[in-house]
């Protein structure tokens, strides 16, 4: 049996974490016994991946719109789908697209038996097109205006198409039946949780500086904001009675802003900005930590439910961490402190009291890595996904 994960995902540094998630949720199709495989982006090259190692590449010419780009993509796609026969194909997209359209199609053209899931990355959707608009609009940007709305106009056009080769949708966020006239699973993001050190915590003093860790990817959706803007509201405080330290580790579009706003507050003691970390220096950063930061901006995309890569991969590394969306996670959860999905800054009171709550209780982190193995891991997500769409594995 084999397996075809389609992404247009870049390979450059800054969507590293979406090329793992990619490459994770292959292996964990691989591990119920697929031959697994996996496209992504490599300037101006689409690749055949399996595992680490590239397969076959095949390029293009640079410089194209953006429109050409993603047709000549698409079709570069449907080569290896053409020439692989697959009995299954993920394909991980947004919005419906004629480009998404046409490899489903392909993928049944191949083999009759072909199961087709096209992955929604946030849903509901509407929101974050919304935000982007906003944006464009703020910016006075033209052309970006008009890549989103033409992207809109695609997503009417195709979704009438999508159920044609499309057996099943698989959603991130919002719980859901049906869309597009297709039958929806909603599922967890998930990791390669063997791929991940279980933190070892010192043992640290109850009255210690409280470490608070953020890790950054690409979206404003992580809020950091609220937890700086927290800390200067502690720092005035009369019951502040810890030292508490933020550290920002990553470099992508929101990085500045922050910078600006932990100058304006006068908090360059208290936020570090680490830049991009490797795996194994992000494992040491979990050690000195008390509490990581998860997604705390859902409200600017319009989102009530989310469940966060990132979020995953603190459970996985034993990381209590705060949250604020609807999740999956047992409200009751020792690891895990959940706050408002509003604007407000974080009360950075109540992150100290769970901190030390944290440091009394040293098999949280035990626990919280056992709950990412029956959860979290991809081969147990994949093969819901799978089994949902009607794919037969071999287990």
């Known amino acids: 049996m084999k397996f075809l994960y389609v992404s247009s995902v870049s390979k450059s540094r800054q969507y590293s974490g979406i090329l793992k998630k990619v490459a994770g949720q292959t292996k964990g199709v691989s591990e119920l016994g697929w031959d697994a495989f996996y496209t992504c982006m490599e300037g101006d090259s689409v690749t055949l991946c399996k595992g680490d190692d590239t397969l076959q590449r095949e390029t293009f010419p640079g410089g194209l719109r953006w429109r050409d780009r993603q047709k000549t993509v698409a079709d570069k796609i449907c080569g290896f789908v053409e020439n692989g026969k697959y ?164 470099a992508n579009e929101t990085i500045e802003q922050l910078k600006s706003l932990v100058k304006e507050l006068d908090l360059q003691e208290n936020v570090l900005f680490l830049g991009y970390k490797t795996s194994d220096e992000l494992s040491q950063l979990y050690n000195m930590c008390d509490v990581a930061v998860s997604s705390l901006g859902v409200y600017k995309l319009g989102l009530t439910y989310l469940c966060p890569l990132k979020s995953r991969e603190y459970c996985a590394a034993g990381m209590p961490f705060l949250y604020a969306y609807e999740d999956t996670l047992p409200p009751d959860a020792p690891f895990a402190m959940k706050i408002p999905n509003n604007s407000s800054p974080v009360n950075i009171g109540d992150v100290v009291k769970f901190a030390e709550n944290c440091r009394r209780n040293p098999e949280i982190s035990v626990k919280e890595r056992q709950y990412a193995e029956s959860h979290y891991d991809w081969k147990i997500i994949m093969k819901r996904v799978l089994d949902f769409a009607g794919a037969d594995d071999k287990e």
Request: charged share 25%.
């Open 87 to 250: 009995d299954a194909v993920y394909i991980k997209g947004f919005l419906a697209s004629p480009y998404a359209c046409k490899i489903a199609a392909c993928a049944k053209k191949s083999n009759q038996k072909c199961r087709v899931i096209f992955e929604i990355a946030t849903y509901p959707y509407w929101g974050e097109y919304k935000r982007f608009l906003r944006v464009d609009c703020k910016k006075k940007d033209r052309r970006a205006f008009a890549g989103h709305m033409l992207e809109i106009c695609q997503h009417i056009m195709s979704v009438p198409h999508m159920k044609r080769a499309v057996d099943a949708l698989a959603v991130f966020g919002q719980p859901a039946e049906k869309l597009w006239g297709i039958p929806v699973i909603t599922i967890d993001n998930g990791v390669d949780v063997q791929k991940i050190l279980l933190r070892r915590k010192a043992d640290l003093p109850v009255d210690a500086a409280v470490q608070i860790l953020g890790v950054a990817g690409t979206s404003v959706a992580h809020g950091y904001s609220r937890v700086i803007e927290g800390l200067a509201l502690y720092k005035k405080s009369v019951n502040a009675k810890h030292d508490v330290k933020f550290d920002i580790v990553g």
